[in-house]
């Protein structure tokens, strides 16, 4: 696909339950960032990666989330024991090249995940 | 903390009149300054960027003003139209370990007709 694919695109769940969020970035793009939006804010940053190893997790809001991208370009979002606070839009970004990376960042859709 | 302050939150303007919305940063570390605007059920998406060693950069109906010194950016829209109602936001992206965009709070703004 041409954009950054985010599957899926809403996900209801319970709290205490355990969800996966999937982001297919721009074909090439080496960096690949999760952010997450809650209503009427901006984008919080959560983890970075350039290739496969997260350069940056510092976002991560505790150990609850972790996330992955075992061949460099797919990634899985992964957060365990839901919590009502977690409810908020999960937003994927690539970009084009790591080492010269100009912070232009291709966001898809997202994420809205909704933890009743 | 916040690193990147926006304001205003909301901006109301009428067909063909100005938009002005403006960001303040802390950490020196940042060296791109980009806009995003962001439709309902979207992914923001870049509309302009610039570096710190210019003050001004324009496309199109949008410019970008830069206070170095003030550590202050600007968005102008000129000629605005209903077509532009949608959140912008500010961001910063630096060098070294804060290689990620830090946005702002975003400013909903919404044209007239």
């Known amino acids: 696909g041409a954009g950054v694919s985010q599957t899926p695109s809403n996900k209801v769940t319970e709290k205490g339950k355990y969800v996966e969020l999937r982001c297919d970035p721009i074909s090439g793009h080496t960096a690949l960032y999760w952010y997450r939006q809650s209503l009427g804010q901006g984008p919080e940053f959560l983890i970075y990666?350039?290739?496969?190893?997260?350069?940056?997790d510092s976002g991560l809001p505790n150990d609850r989330f972790f996330a992955v991208r075992p061949e460099g370009s797919v990634s899985t979002l992964k957060i365990q024991r839901t919590e009502r606070g977690d409810s908020a839009v999960y937003l994927c970004a690539s970009s084009l090249k790591a080492g010269r990376n100009t912070g232009e960042l291709f966001f898809g859709e997202g994420s809205r995940l909704t933890v009743l | 903390q916040q690193q990147v302050k926006q304001s205003p939150q909301s901006l109301i303007v009428q067909k063909g009149g100005i938009s002005i919305i403006n960001c303040a940063y802390e950490?020196?570390?940042?060296?791109?300054f980009p806009w995003y605007q962001q439709f309902p059920g979207k992914g923001p998406a870049l509309l302009i960027a610039i570096r710190p060693d210019v003050s001004e950069k324009k496309e199109g109906r949008f410019t970008i003003s830069f206070n170095k010194s003030a550590k202050q950016f600007s968005l102008h829209i000129m000629d605005s139209q209903p077509g532009d109602s949608a959140t912008y936001f500010c961001a910063a992206f630096g060098r070294g370990s804060a290689r990620q965009l830090t946005f702002g709070s975003g400013t909903q703004l919404t044209v007239l007709p």
């Open positions: 950490n020196t570390a940042f060296d791109y």
């Open positions: 990666f350039q290739g496969t190893g997260a350069a940056d």
